[in-house]
């Protein structure tokens, strides 16, 4: 797959030791969230792992385990086992060649995929939607990072493959854009499968969603967004 005709490319460059770093990060953070709600004991679940353990709660509680991933999303890229991805050298090294163009700043987020919580499921969009001179319209590249292996039947990314001059028109709030699902009729959509020790590098005008997430547990990520 070629990211200078598709807009994207699955590589690989992380160990086995850094993806289990990103997710005891989010376990950690998943549980501070756990104490600092006063969730009482057992509610909240403990010693569920990570990949399931938001998704339980849910099931019995929906404000309460989306205030704890919001928590989550405040807070756990700042650990020092996710962190480490502002500059990294092989990540950088990934996105320059693809941009050819160095990259001068770099922005990190986890994201989840959460069965039971659809509404916090992201639409159709780009990472860029509008041309406004903003600092987050200068993104020209992200690296998506699932920490289990990905497809179909549990939240994968679901892209429209192509390199673009612009950005596609979104509507609704600045701050959740959508692009519009009758402007891509017609359009070629594809999901991108990906083995756990994978990323997706990712045009910044590429139009993409999470699909739903069919499994039973939680579909976590690490984003970076790069701006050059």
């Known amino acids: 797959m070629s990211y200078e005709s598709e807009g994207y490319e699955v590589v690989s460059f992380l160990t086995k030791a850094q993806l289990e770093g990103f997710r005891l990060a989010i376990d950690s953070r998943l549980e501070a969230a756990v104490l600092e709600a006063n969730v009482p004991a057992g509610s909240g679940f403990p010693g569920e792992p990570v990949e399931s353990r938001l998704e339980h709660i ?16 405040r807070s756990a890229h700042l650990d020092a086992r996710i962190a480490f991805l502002d500059g990294y050298g092989k990540l950088r090294t990934f996105a320059e060649d693809f941009l050819r ?43 998506w990072i699932p920490l289990m292996s990905v497809d179909a039947g549990n939240g994968a990314l679901e892209v429209v493959p192509g390199k673009r001059a612009f ?12 692009i519009r699902e009758a402007d891509l009729e017609g359009h070629g959509k594809r999901v991108i499968d990906c083995a756990l020790g994978t990323a997706v590098f990712l045009d910044a005008f590429v139009p993409h969603r999470a699909i739903p997430n069919l499994s039973n547990q939680v579909r976590w990520s690490v984003v970076t967004w790069m701006m050059a």
């Open 167 to 178: 950005p596609m028109a979104h509507e609704g709030d600045p701050d959740k854009h959508t």
């Open 58 to 73: 849910a099931r019995v509680d929906r404000a309460l385990a989306d205030k704890l991933l919001l928590s989550v999303y």
């Open 101 to 143: 163009a160095p990259v001068r700043s770099f922005t990190i987020r986890v994201r989840a995929n959460v069965p039971s919580l659809p509404g916090r499921r992201q639409n159709w969009h780009s990472d860029v939607s509008v041309l406004d001179g903003g600092e987050f319209s200068e993104v020209r590249i992200a690296c």
